[in-house]
């Protein structure tokens, strides 16, 4: 069973410009959650789908985070425009409940310059 | 937020027992996970608490009081691949998928 997988593994870009990271969850998975590592801190939660629906999304920073996930599989989030403070490793997990354990992807390590 | 704590490093060495601790003060505690993390790597699943007690896996046991918002991770037989960064997060029911990590606990071996 393949695992969730993030595209791109590294992204550099320069404060202003837009930056789109994507999540593909183990397949059946309907629950599919962003979170984010901030050098120093700790694993921190952005929103979380179930199948196409936003469920939490309270986590989100602000209004220059868009994430999406049609159809139900694989999900987006786009930076944009991006800041400094964006920079860190962005997860993605996926479960097939709530009360089970969620599987994560190795991350997509942003800096922004 | 949440005040979840643990140890930020330890070390160990080779075929020694250590035990990393994670307290935490939630509203509405559901459960406790533990995940392993290799730098650069996804974390990876080690155990859920619901119930107070040991759970045993393998060489990994994981303990849960409820009453004291404790937690405990303890590791076995150490091995080399065991240094990592072990990372307790907590799962409250009022906020159904969303998981609360501490800042993670980076245990070196030493051989």
């Known amino acids: 069973e393949a695992g969730v997988t993030q595209f791109p593994s590294h992204s550099v870009i320069e404060k202003g410009q837009t930056v789109t990271l994507r999540c593909d969850p183990i397949?059946?998975?309907?629950?599919l959650y962003w979170y984010r590592r901030v050098m120093g801190k700790e694993i921190k939660f952005l929103l979380h789908?179930?199948?196409?629906?936003?469920?939490?999304e309270s986590g989100m920073p602000n209004n220059r985070f868009l994430a999406e996930r049609t159809g139900g599989t694989y999900s987006t989030l786009k930076v944009q425009p991006a800041e400094l403070e964006d920079s860190g490793v962005y997860f993605c997990a996926s479960s097939q409940d709530l009360s089970r354990e969620q599987f994560f992807g190795p991350g997509t390590r942003l800096t922004v310059l | 937020g949440q005040n979840i704590d643990q140890p930020t490093e330890m070390t160990a060495t080779e075929g020694a027992i250590v035990q990393i601790n994670c307290t935490y003060q939630t509203s509405g505690f559901n459960g406790l996970f533990w995940y392993q993390q290799h730098a650069g790597e996804a974390p990876t699943f080690l155990s859920y608490?619901?119930?107070?007690g040991l759970e045993e896996k393998g060489r990994f046991s994981s303990f849960l009081s409820r009453s004291k918002g404790y937690s405990y991770l303890l590791l076995k037989e150490l091995q080399m691949k065991d240094s990592a960064s072990y990372l307790c997060a907590v799962h409250r029911g009022s906020t159904l998928g969303r998981l609360y990590f501490g800042r993670g606990t980076q245990l070196t071996v030493w051989p």
């Open positions: 789908f179930v199948k196409e629906s936003k469920q939490d």
């Open positions: 608490n619901v119930l107070d």
């Open positions: 397949s059946g998975h309907d629950n």
